[in-house]
T-cell receptor, first 114, second 110 residues
Framework: DSGVTQTPKHLITATGQRVTLRCSPR?????VYWYQQSLDQGLQFLIQ???????AKGNILERFSAQQFPDLHSELNLSSLELGDSALYFC?????????????FGPGTRLTVT | EDQVTQSPEALRLQEGESSSLNCSYT??????LFWYRQDPGKGPEFLFT???AGEEKEKERLKATLTKKESFLHITAPKPEDSATYLC???????????FGTGTRLLVSP
């Protein structure tokens, strides 16, 4: 158990809908990262927040957004969902943003868009 | 563009048969090279971070090494419970962005 929690575990929704994925980082970790993992693309970095502020952006679509709250939990919002958005979404956390131990991943949310 | 390539895509070993997994990277100004283990349907589990060429780290039957162009994950006398996908990732900006390879699926048969 990495100490990172994600809810829900599974989500099934229809095209055009909007969903929110939630992540609680390990105790003491200030950085939260979101990744998308699909069968043909592997793990793709989406976005990072550090202590409530956006720090880095990867291949995140404009239909997706995220935020980190004062209690350090984070939410990833996916809107106008398309079939191609079906994937595993992982949250990871680390203490800082610089060198040090690796990011610790949560168990993921499996999103299925029908 | 930063890139991480892992080989082989899949590897089947007999229990006790040692082997190595390869991770080649093209990242300008490497700040860290990371190895993760991922079981089906689960999140990646952190194994090692390597920072500079020549560095080695060990954990049980696993040893990770780093050169200026590639990293190896050596598995000594593997057991069936070592079966998993092993992911390699590189970063040139600390932890802000990890670039992952597509992984090596390892199957160890008893």
């Amino acid at each position: 158990d990495s100490g990172v929690t994600q809810t829900p575990k599974h989500l099934i929704t229809a095209t055009g809908q909007r969903v929110t994925l939630r992540c609680s980082p390990r105790s003491g970790d200030l950085s939260v990262y979101w990744y998308q993992q699909s069968l043909d693309q592997g793990l793709q970095f989406l976005i990072q927040y550090y202590n409530g502020e956006e720090r880095a952006k990867g291949n995140i679509l404009e239909r997706f957004s995220a935020q980190q709250f004062p209690d350090l939990h984070s939410e990833l919002n996916l809107s106008s969902l398309e079939l191609g958005d079906s994937a595993l979404y992982f949250c990871a956390s680390s203490y800082g943003t610089g060198d040090g131990p690796g990011q610790y991943f949560g168990p993921g949310t499996r999103l299925t868009v029908t | 563009e930063d890139q991480v390539t892992q080989s082989p895509e899949a590897l089947r070993l007999q229990e006790g048969e040692s082997s190595s997994l390869n991770c080649s990277y093209t990242v300008s100004g490497l700040r860290g090279l990371f190895w993760y283990r991922q079981d089906p349907g689960k999140g990646p589990e952190f194994l090692f971070t390597l920072y500079s060429a020549g560095e080695e780290k060990e954990k049980e039957r696993l040893k990770a090494t780093l050169t200026k162009k590639e990293s190896f994950l050596h598995i000594t006398a593997p057991k069936p419970e070592d079966s998993a996908t092993y992911l390699c990732a590189a970063s040139n900006t600390g932890f802000q962005k990890l670039v992952f390879g597509t992984g090596t699926r390892l199957l160890v048969s008893p």
